[in-house]
């Protein structure tokens, strides 16, 4: 593990950008910033499109690792280049920001209030190549819809796969992000925060994973995970609200910091001029750095 990496995540100051749309969520993000459907033939060409904007957004003066801890990247865009240098190695070598991994390939179907993740065949050569590029932590995604043994299921399965990721030598996001409509949102929060605490308490003195979670009801309800031993970072999803209530959520949870997506990029359009692009990406990570610093 790169102990400067290790550093700057635990006591570093702004926010993890989430740069990690896959293929399923790729065409939104793409027509979110002004590309539509039409402008690619194939999959690979999607893939070009997206990767494009995500290099201009690592490339922009506007990004470095002043208020941008880490990075998570698609699997493709780990296996690409930007200004000619290895993705990971060009975020940590030129921005020093920390490298990170989406390594979930999307959801089951809901069961019990709950989707957890699909199968992982080759998550062993996976994460060894990601070693191998120098990626420091990865992240993988599921969604609970509401209370009861769904949650429990997320768990154990986010657990069981984060001791796998923590045996190749990197630091795994466990990520079961609370639907922001789930009608017992409260309730569900509960039972995850209960659940989040008693898997972190049989982790190992040198087990360290880091947590991305939707922003709860009650303020400050992770606060002891915030302080737990075993948790590098508390981090926040946008989950769906809007950057200004995202962040506004987010600013009264004491010690965790961002790790948004569609909220990061809210705003910036492929048709900006460099300096427009620069502009309102500044902004953006300017109030998000802001909002991770209570």
């Known amino acids: 593990m790169n102990e400067q990496q290790l550093e700057k995540m635990r006591t570093g100051t702004g926010f993890v950008a989430a740069l990690d749309q896959s293929g399923g969520s ?33 490339t922009s003066p506007a990004f470095t690792g002043e208020h941008i801890l880490g990075t998570i990247l698609f699997e493709n865009t780990m296996d690409r280049e930007v200004e000619g240098r ?6 940590w070598d030129i921005k ?18 709950a989707r957890t993740m699909k199968p992982m065949p080759g998550l062993d050569e996976l994460l060894a190549r990601a070693v191998e590029k120098g990626v420091f932590a990865t992240k993988m995604r599921s969604v609970v819809c509401g209370p009861g ?22 630091v795994p996001i466990i990520e079961p992000e609370i639907e922001i409509r789930c009608p017992e ?61 995202a962040c506004e959520r987010l600013g009264r949870n004491h010690g965790c910091v961002a790790s948004f997506s569609r909220a ?29 610093a209570t």
Do not use: N, W
Request: hydrophobic share 45%; glycine share 6%.
């Open 264 to 292: 990061l990029t809210e705003g910036l359009r492929a048709e900006m001029s460099p300096a427009e692009f620069d502009a309102a990406l500044a902004a953006s990570i300017a109030q998000i750095a802001a909002a991770s």
């Open 86 to 91: 290895p993705t990971a190695e060009y975020l």
């Open 96 to 113: 020093t920001i920390v490298p990170i991994l989406k390594v979930d390939k999307g959801l089951d179907a809901e069961t019990d209030g």
């Open 185 to 245: 949102k409260e309730a569900a929060e509960d039972q995850l925060h209960a659940g989040l605490l008693a898997h972190a308490e049989r982790l190992g003195p040198d087990e360290l994973i880091m947590l991305k979670l939707t922003p709860p009801e009650r303020d400050d309800l992770y606060a002891d995970l915030v302080a737990h031993p075993q948790v590098l970072r508390v981090l926040f999803l946008s989950g769906g609200y809007s950057r200004d209530e």
């Open 26 to 58: 790729t065409p939104k993000a793409l027509r979110l910033y002004g590309i539509e459907d039409d402008a690619s033939a194939s999959e690979e060409e999607m893939f070009d499109l997206v990767h494009q904007m995500r290099a201009r957004i690592m």
């Open 149 to 170: 043994a769904g949650l429990d299921a997320v768990l154990d399965q986010q657990f069981q796969v984060a001791h796998r990721i923590i045996k190749a030598g990197l």
